[in-house]
């Protein structure tokens, strides 16, 4: 699949558990695993999963993240399946009729990397396909996790919560943007360059503007003598705020010379 290298797998350290609570289609538990994989969380934990959900399109949804699903662990009940965590958020878009802190996914995730420094173990819960968590299972949490989404289509599928709230915490962990290949590194942003496209130094600046105002000159573009160095700061400027490489500015002067020698051959003649 594109964008995925099994090859190039890292370990970013402990991580929190994202948990499940009662799904009931394989294609959600997969999905979800996948997003989980995007982000760098690896531990899925289903609490009693609906009997009979479909293992076999749960691994075909991961796509690329079957692994992921082949060492998923299963709990018959609530407690079991949160028994040894330190500390545990739950997502919800409803407001609830208790007293509990609820935080952006943004914030959780500074909580969230602050907590596991410190060595705690984090599980970071999800609810059903049609109505989320209860009340009483959110009561057993110590946080609400709520998005700032749309308040009149606030609900997200579970892969989308999982992916939401798994972008906050690999935020802080990113090195770079997307994924490296063998011909290219990967990007780091603002902006995109190719290997070895160095920034053009002004010297190669400043020939290349000297050829385009002697070729504009010659080309009778300056109607106005008096009006000609204002028309080439202008020129200087929209250039320099393009911040050239080398290739662009040699390729710029080929430009030039291309559509002057033209010129000329159109003025001589046949």
């Known amino acids: 699949m594109a964008g995925t290298d099994k090859t190039r797998e890292t370990a970013f350290g402990p991580s929190p558990s994202i948990v499940l609570v009662n799904p009931q289609l394989g294609e959600n538990i997969g999905m979800a695993a996948r997003a989980m994989a995007n982000f760098g969380l690896m531990d899925l934990r289903l609490v009693t999963p609906r009997e009979g959900w479909d293992r076999e399109r749960a691994i075909n949804a991961a796509s690329g993240a079957a692994d992921t699903v082949e060492k998923l662990k299963i709990y018959d009940s609530f407690e079991q399946g949160l028994s040894e965590f330190n500390f545990i958020y739950a997502t919800t878009a409803r407001p609830r009729d208790m007293v509990k802190e609820v935080m952006t996914p943004e914030q959780a995730s500074a909580d969230m990397h602050i ?40 609900s997200l599928n579970i892969a989308q919560a999982v992916l939401l709230v798994g972008y906050e915490w690999f935020k802080p962990l990113a090195t770079s943007l997307g994924q490296e290949t063998s011909e290219l590194a990967a990007l780091s942003g603002p902006g995109m360059r190719m290997p070895n496209s160095e920034l053009a130094s002004k010297d190669e600046l400043f020939g290349f503007y000297e050829h385009l105002e002697d070729e504009l000159a010659t080309a009778g573009f300056f109607k106005s003598p008096d009006k000609r160095p204002t028309v080439m700061r202008n020129i200087r400027n929209m250039f320099a705020r393009s911040g050239l490489s080398q290739q662009e500015v040699k390729s710029l002067r080929g430009i030039v010379s291309s559509l002057t020698r033209m010129h000329l051959r159109r003025k001589e003649g046949p």
Do not use: H
Request: proline share 5%.
């Open 115 to 154: 907590r596991i420094a410190r060595g705690e173990k984090l599980a970071i819960l999800f609810g059903r396909e049609r109505w989320g968590l209860t009340n009483d299972e959110i009561s057993k949490a110590d946080v609400i996790i709520s998005a700032p989404v749309n308040p009149a289509y606030a």
